[in-house]
């Protein structure tokens, strides 16, 4: 079995490809500095030469063509060579350039050109096709005389002759270009193999040298041989080194066949030594180039097939034209096929997850620029499914340029999909491991506040025992509770009773004489609890020691006796091991039942909008006086199509106080929330009759079950408010600090009958105009009856007496201070951080109508992040000292939830645009509001899952706000999904679950 290779093992392989790519380079370095030499001679020959597209236009033309007809390079590229003839040649010229492209080359045709001042020049054309390895055309390349190719001919055979006219310079240079040119234009040719095209390279080499028919050429290359056909050795010969990677490996060697006059370097010229030595320089660049690819497609096949047996894709990128090559292993792990996602960078980014682009670019550029020797990063890619998969990269740039600039980076892909997703499994696991010890924690606490009862009740008889002394050591060997007398200085047992030796395991001897602590308190010595001596009584659940070892759990009460002046404490204990157990399921059982309310109903938001006109704020209060509780509560928005929406809030109150009560509560919204849902254009009166017949049919109340009711719609359109009550008096209206009995005292509109109560029953509804700023409260008869029976007192009285010392009171404010003033005139604890001790449950529902209008608004238009992050600084730093002074706790939290709103508006909403708007709205009131507006397009915010639930944490939900949710204390949208809405109350310690 093969195995994988490890990245230390591929990273060698790149080192060694880094190192071929360098050899490269130089070769690369070498080619561009003799095409700059064949340029130069290009530029500089003395005849006109010029390059033609298949249309006859310039594509490249050199200075003495330029100086010849005085026009500058930019006014004939891409222009017809025809254009520059004397008008009735430019016919003949296109026919005759027709019959040039398909014989391949031409020689002797005469032209008259003009030149840019209008002067007629004669000129002879001669030129050669220049096609690819597959034949096809590429370019024309063309050489312009001035002369006839008589007078030509007969310069010619001057020169030889050594006659007059002779120019051997412009002749030489001419064949030096043609031969430079012709051994470019071979060795350039993708197979020209040295063994190819050298024996070609001899014969092109001749004509080049100024005997060309006395010329024979020889190669020498790596131990290979390669001569002219009319190569023989002789005493006339020059020759030029052929060097690969600074060694030589052969040579050019050219010969005359007989004796000719001296020149610059014996018989040949000194144009001669440069161009043998530059023939000798281009064959060693192409040699080595040649051996330099070889290494590299080896080094590629090798690094491929490690790459293969590892299961990873790899990838060059070219940062000069950022053009990406991608191995096809880096397609097939997505699931496309190798042509069918593309190539280049562009590719990587359009499958890149928009989440990972900035942390994938930032990490990009810092190995790019140099400033990190590595580059390795986990990101996302889109496979064809549409799925996100996540990618491991690793890579390196391997090749800069003399100022350091990068030129190409090659790198790795490696699938780590299973990894993230085996993470993610752990992460969802550790969240849910968290939420299950977060409730099991409340529910010892529950256990432990019905413990603390027990034990006031078990104090409260210890005391009154405590009294007489005579019955007390009466009933300590009869009584169901251990009993020790201790010495409160020494902390000696004095006595002990038979049950405590029962429980503890000894003889009442034994235990008489030691210190307490042994048995019964887990500190230790002299660090008792109970130390003050003003403490009249400790009662705590301890754990007893037993002489066996064990540990029960008990209840445990000191009391303090003064005898013969001396002064005792009498410590009794009761084991509660089955009472936990029986508590903590009871417990169990009633905050399931009571979640299943809540999942029901629902949580009801401190402010929701109804209209664009209006907001309702709501306020509530829930204090059982049991565990169970009998008040239940909700506030449903109905929607229809053909009628305007409504707000409907329901404060029901069940008969009894027993565990039955929750049941019943649960099963008659639950009833309530069907009926509303599948009947939308049922009014009031209709849906309450619909329901009391549902509850009676059903028979799951008893005989002498019911349920007390006040219902109420409000039609967000016009804030017409349809009510009515079932065994309840009446609530209030607050309008412009005045107080109103809704109904009116003797009136009988809109009171019923309970709910449950008979079947068949009509219910009667009333009408209530509401305006902006009335606030409704609503309370259940455990507030109102005691207060009525004990100081003849409405609730409306102590409201009206809140509002005339604090006219301006916000409403979250106002309800705290109702229970408290209620409290101090019956004498009964209530208190709004969940006690009360009146014997009956109390439930106050607050509803007040806010005017949207009412806030402070600011208006942002930044150009970029940074300018985003200039106005939240601004912004936060004016509200910090704000809201610190309203009462307000832990300003960070507004700091989050407006930053991630704010960046939220401008990178969704806005999609970056400086164009657009943010507006921010906000208000003070009992509770800030903060609104955040986009001018984007929206999304529908029903659809967006709670991100700050555990099993959606590491989940994508577009406009999720996780940071927002979780620190304000209500989130909203409007319907469109482009203003979001936050909510943040001032934190006191009331009790507005359903607990």
Known sequence: MQCKPSYEELESEILLLEKKLSARKNIEKIIRDSEIRFRQLYENAPLACLSLDEQGNFLEVNETWLCMSGYEKDEVIGKNFGDFLAPEQRVCFTENFLRFRAAGEISGQEFTMLTKNGESIPLVFKGKIGKDEKGNFCQAHCILYTDSPQKQTEKENRRQSGGPGRNPEHCEQLKELKCLFSISRLIDRPEAAPENVFPKITEIIRSGWLYPHDTCVRILCDQS??????????????????????????????????????????PFLQEERILIDTIANRLGIHIQRKKAEKDLKESRERLSLALEAADDGIWDWNLLTDEVCFSPRCFTMLGYETDEAGAGFQTWEKLLHPEDRDIFLKRMKKHISGREQKWESEFRLRNKKGKWQWIMSRGRVMERDEAGLPLRMLGTHRDISLRKEQEEMQQIAHYELEDRIARRTIDLVKVNRSLLSEIRVRRQAEKRLSENEHYLNSILDTMQA????????????????????????????????????????????????????????????????????????????????????????????????????????????????????????????????????????????????????????????????????????SLKDQSGHNVGCLLRSILTDMLHLEILKKNPDASVPETLSMLNDRIVRDAFFGRSDFVTAIIGEIRHENLMMEYMLCGHSHFLLVREGNIFEIPEKNSEKAKNMPVGALDGIAFASDHLQLCCGDILLLYTDGLSEDLL???????????????????????????????????????????????????????????????????????????????????????????????????????????????????????????????????????????????????????????????????????????????????????????????????????????TSRE
């Open 225 to 266: 041989e390669f001569r002219s056909v009319n190569y023989r050795k002789t005493p006339w010969r020059q020759t030029g080194d052929i060097i690969v990677y600074d060694r030589k490996i052969g040579m050019v060697e050219v010969s005359y066949l007989k004796e000719y006059p001296k020149k610059a370097e014996g």
């Open 789 to 991: 029976r004990l100081k003849n007192l409405e609730t409306a009285d102590i409201v009206r007496q809140i509002l005339t010392d604090e006219p301006e009171i916000p409403l979250g404010e106002m309800l705290p201070k109702i229970l408290r003033e209620v409290s101090a005139q019956i004498g009964k604890k209530i208190d709004p951080s969940g006690i009360n001790l009146t014997g009956d449950d109390i439930t106050l529902f607050g509803l007040e109508i806010e005017n949207c209008s009412d806030y402070a608004q600011e208006i942002w238009q930044p150009e970029d992040l940074s300018g985003l992050q200039v106005c939240i600084d601004r912004f936060y730093q004016k509200q910090e000292k704000e809201w610190e002074r309203r009462g307000f706790e832990n300003p960070c939290r507004l700091r989050l939830v407006l930053a991630e709103s704010a960046v939220n508006a401008w990178k969704h909403g806005n999609g970056s645009d400086p164009r657009r708007k943010i507006t921010v709205r906000y208000r003070y009131k009992d509770n800030f509001l903060l609104e955040i507006e986009d001018e984007g397009q929206g999304f529908d915010p029903e659809k967006i899952p709670n991100p700050a639930y555990g099993p959606c944490i590491l989940k994508t939900h577009g406009r999720g706000l996780m940071m927002s949710r979780c620190h304000a204390d209500c989130i909203s949208f409007n319907s469109q999904g482009s203003c979001i809405s936050a909510v943040f109350d001032k934190k006191e310690k009331i009790n």
């Open 482 to 649: 251990g009993v020790l007398i201790i010495d409160e200085e020494s902390r000696i047992i004095c006595d002990v009773n038979r049950y405590a030796c029962r429980m503890i395991g000894l003889k009442k001897e034994e235990i008489i004489g030691r210190v307490c602590f042994r048995f019964l308190c887990t500190s230790k010595e002299c660090e008792c609890p109970v130390r003050d001596t003003d403490t009249v009584v400790e009662n705590a659940e301890r754990i007893l020691l037993t002489a066996g070892g064990r540990h029960i759990p008990v209840l445990k009460s000191v009391s303090r006796i003064q005898r013969e002046h001396q002064h005792f404490l009498v410590e009794s204990f009761i084991d509660i091991s089955e009472l936990k157990a029986l508590l903590k399921e009871q417990e169990m059982d009633i905050h399931t039942a009571r979640n299943i309310l809540h999942l029901n109903n629902g949580d009801i938001p401190p402010l929701r909008h109804i209209s664009d006109s209006y907001r309702l704020l709501c306020r509530v209060i829930a204090l059982p006086c049991h565990k169970e509780g009998g008040d239940h509560f909700f506030l449903y928005t109905r929607q229809t199509e053909c009628t305007p929406d409504k707000s409907v809030f």
